[in-house]
């Protein structure tokens, strides 16, 4: 009897011993019942023997029958539950392994068209398979390199150093190597500095049958990584370079501070020197300068007979030249004053205009040979301002008008308002101020420079005392000028009945409230 592929083994061998046991148990029992039968049977009626025949054939029997053949149906349908079961086990044990299958194909794709050089080595370092990655890193083809130890991409000097061994010791200590940066020779020759990691092999035993290594070229980065090092590098040296060439300018800078501080206080000391010596001298000379003139004077209004013509012309010179003398030393103690911060202005209000012909009238007693026009506004508002400054700056204009223009040549002087300010102009048709020396000839001791100037006698101080005084009573002076033509001086005052820190600020705070 062959066996079916869908019978169990067990379920076979009952169904073997069956088919003996089944006709001899049947045989048995009956020779069993006709032995019986024929020894007990005969005594009793016909009808019980027949009654027990169809016990025995018609009820016995088929039960006998239907469960020896319901006990087979069982035991086949049990046996086909446990075959389905065991099917189906194997068809999903065939998907796992299928699926492992794929798996792995794709792990091999990836792993054989990687970028990174992938390759397995045996435990002695043989290699066993190199990816396309490992062929495009170090231009080995497979065939060239396995079967071969991986030290052939090793640098002498590494291999000398015993990177080999160091990295088998390391690798099986913890199973694994990661992110080690070292150096590997391309077929060509060309250094490739790659990113190692190595992790152990083990088969199912749990052996250990090799190692995987993954390498990243990452050559390009650490250049550019160490380019940046010696650009910083070379930044950190320029700046400890520079920081060192400021260190050493600014102490330069600080000795030259002390140095210039020192030569400053030296020079105010000096300045302070000077300016007492000039004052000294200034009062000094001041004194016996007022005793010469009013002796001259005296000289020239006396009618001694003992003076002919000549001596009374060498009175005239002496006169002149002691009230040069005295103008300068005014003027003198004047800036001395100024630049002290001493000047005292006493303002007021006073009528400009009579002012001016006051000081008119003396320059023409005086016989100059310039015939002066007069002012010809009229009802001219007064100006707020210190009387006696006011004509020292008015003074100082006409002479000047007086010394750099011909003879003959008219002077005029003009009044006008703006209703805040009254504008007093000196003109005169004289020889002009080159252009780039109007702002200059206000400066203390400045003078042009012309051919004619040892003619006309002046020391530069002149203007600059006007400048100062005019300011000093919140007014302005400034100059027109044509180059052979002329120059028209002006300077400005206040208007009286104007609110005091409106007019003349600076001059409350020079005159220390003393008006
Ligand atoms: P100085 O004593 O030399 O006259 P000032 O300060 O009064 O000093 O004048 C400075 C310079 O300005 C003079 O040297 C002169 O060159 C020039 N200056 C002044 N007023 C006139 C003017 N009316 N015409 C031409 N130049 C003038």
Same mark, same amino acid.
């Given at each position: $009897?062959?066996?079916?592929?869908?019978?169990?083994?067990?379920?076979?061998?009952?169904?073997?011993?069956?088919?003996?046991?089944?006709?001899?148990? &049947?045989?048995?029992?009956?020779?069993?019942?006709? &032995?019986?039968?024929?020894?007990?049977?005969?005594?009793?009626?016909?009808?019980?023997?027949?009654?027990?025949?169809?016990?025995?054939? #018609?009820?016995?029997?088929?039960?006998?029958?239907?469960?020896?053949?319901?006990?087979?149906?069982?035991?086949?349908?049990?046996?086909?539950?446990?075959?389905?079961?065991?099917?189906?086990?194997?068809?999903?044990?065939?998907?796992?392994?299928?699926?492992?299958?794929?798996?792995?194909?794709?792990?091999?794709?990836?792993?054989?068209?990687?970028?990174?050089?992938?390759?397995?080595?045996?435990?002695?370092?043989?290699?066993?398979?190199?990816?396309?990655?490992?062929? $495009?890193?170090?231009?080995?083809?497979?065939?060239?390199?396995?079967?071969?130890?991986?030290?052939?991409?090793?640098p002498?000097e590494?291999?000398?150093?015993?990177? &080999?061994?160091?990295?088998?010791?390391?690798?099986? =200590?913890?199973?694994?190597?990661?992110n080690y940066q070292t150096e590997?020779?391309? =077929?060509?020759?060309r250094r490739v500095i790659v990113d190692?990691?190595?992790?152990?092999?083990?088969?199912?035993?749990?052996?250990?049958?090799?190692? /995987?290594?993954?390498?990243r070229d990452i050559t390009e980065r650490v250049r550019a990584e160490q380019a940046i090092q010696q650009l910083n590098l070379e930044l950190e040296t320029k700046v400890a370079e520079r920081t060192a060439q400021l260190a050493t300018a600014t102490e330069e800078l600080r000795r030259r501070n002390r140095e210039l501080e020192k030569a400053n206080q030296e020079l105010k000391k000096l300045d302070e020197l000077k300016s007492e010596f000039v /004052? $000294?001298? #200034?009062?000094?000379?001041?004194?016996?300068?007022?005793?010469?003139?009013? /002796?001259?004077?005296?000289?020239?209004?006396?009618?001694?007979?003992?003076?002919?013509?000549?001596?009374?012309?060498?009175?005239?010179?002496?006169?002149?030249?002691?009230?040069?003398?005295?103008?300068?030393?005014?003027?003198?103690?004047?800036v001395s004053?100024i630049e002290a911060g001493?000047?005292?202005?006493?303002?007021?209000?006073?009528?400009?205009?009579?002012?001016?012909?006051?000081?008119?009238?003396?320059?023409? #007693?005086?016989?100059?040979?310039?015939?002066?026009?007069?002012?010809?506004?009229?009802?001219?508002?007064?100006?707020?301002?210190?009387?006696?400054?006011?004509?020292?700056?008015?003074?100082?204009?006409?002479?000047?008008?007086?010394?750099?223009?011909?003879?003959?040549?008219?002077?005029?002087?003009?009044?006008?308002?703006?209703?805040?300010?009254?504008?007093?102009?000196?003109?005169?048709?004289?020889?002009?101020?080159?252009a780039d020396e109007v702002e200059k000839i206000f400066d203390k001791f400045h003078?042009?420079d012309?051919?004619?100037?040892?003619?006309?006698?002046?020391?530069g101080?002149?203007?600059y005392?006007?400048r100062r005084?005019?300011e000093?009573?919140?007014?302005?002076?400034?100059?027109? #000028?044509?180059?052979?033509?002329?120059?028209?001086?002006?300077?400005?005052?206040?208007?009286?009945?104007?609110?005091?820190?409106?007019? $003349?600020p600076s001059?409350?705070r020079q005159?220390?409230?003393?008006?």
């Amino acid at each position: $009897m062959t066996r079916s592929v869908f019978v169990s083994r067990d379920l076979y061998t009952r169904l073997r011993a069956l088919r003996y046991l089944l006709p001899l148990a &049947v045989f048995g029992a009956v020779v069993a019942y006709e &032995v019986v039968g024929f020894f007990f049977f005969r005594s009793l009626p016909e009808l019980v023997p027949t009654l027990l025949d169809l016990l025995l054939y #018609s009820t016995i029997g088929p039960i006998v029958i239907w469960f020896t053949i319901n006990w087979i149906a069982q035991r086949i349908e049990e046996t086909d539950r446990a075959l389905a079961a065991k099917e189906q086990a194997e068809q999903e044990q065939r998907r796992a392994l299928e699926a492992a299958r794929e798996q792995e194909r794709l792990l091999a794709a990836v792993c054989s068209n990687s970028a990174d050089a992938i390759l397995t080595l045996d435990n002695n370092g043989i290699i066993k398979t190199w990816n396309r990655g490992a062929e $495009m890193m170090f231009g080995y083809t497979a065939d060239e390199v396995v079967g071969k130890h991986f030290r052939l991409l090793l640098p002498p000097e590494l291999e000398a150093q015993g990177e &080999v061994e160091w990295l088998a010791r390391e690798v099986l =200590k913890q199973g694994y190597i990661r992110n080690y940066q070292t150096e590997r020779v391309a =077929k060509d020759g060309r250094r490739v500095i790659v990113d190692l990691t190595r992790t152990l092999l083990y088969n199912e035993k749990g052996e250990v049958i090799g190692s /995987s290594a993954s390498l990243r070229d990452i050559t390009e980065r650490v250049r550019a990584e160490q380019a940046i090092q010696q650009l910083n590098l070379e930044l950190e040296t320029k700046v400890a370079e520079r920081t060192a060439q400021l260190a050493t300018a600014t102490e330069e800078l600080r000795r030259r501070n002390r140095e210039l501080e020192k030569a400053n206080q030296e020079l105010k000391k000096l300045d302070e020197l000077k300016s007492e010596f000039v /004052s $000294m001298v #200034s009062h000094e000379l001041r004194a016996p300068l007022t005793n010469i003139n009013g /002796s001259i004077e005296l000289l020239l209004s006396g009618d001694s007979p003992c003076y002919d013509r000549s001596h009374r012309e060498l009175l005239q010179i002496i006169s002149e030249q002691s009230a040069r003398l005295t103008r300068l030393v005014q003027g003198i103690l004047n800036v001395s004053r100024i630049e002290a911060g001493q000047l005292v202005l006493q303002p007021q209000a006073f009528d400009i205009v009579a002012l001016i012909e006051k000081v008119l009238g003396v320059w023409e #007693s005086r016989g100059v040979a310039h015939p002066f026009e007069h002012p010809r506004a009229q009802n001219v508002p007064s100006v707020w301002a210190d009387r006696d400054r006011t004509e020292e700056v008015l003074f100082n204009l006409i002479d000047n008008a007086i010394k750099y223009s011909p003879e003959g040549t008219p002077i005029r002087l003009e009044v006008e308002t703006d209703g805040k300010f009254a504008k007093v102009s000196v003109s005169d048709r004289g020889i002009g101020i080159p252009a780039d020396e109007v702002e200059k000839i206000f400066d203390k001791f400045h003078r042009v420079d012309r051919s004619d100037r040892a003619e006309t006698y002046g020391h530069g101080l002149g203007l600059y005392i006007c400048r100062r005084l005019i300011e000093a009573q919140g007014g302005q002076i400034n100059v027109e #000028s044509v180059l052979g033509e002329g120059s028209t001086f002006w300077f400005t005052l206040p208007l009286a009945g104007r609110s005091e820190d409106e007019v $003349m600020p600076s001059v409350r705070r020079q005159t220390g409230g003393r008006r």
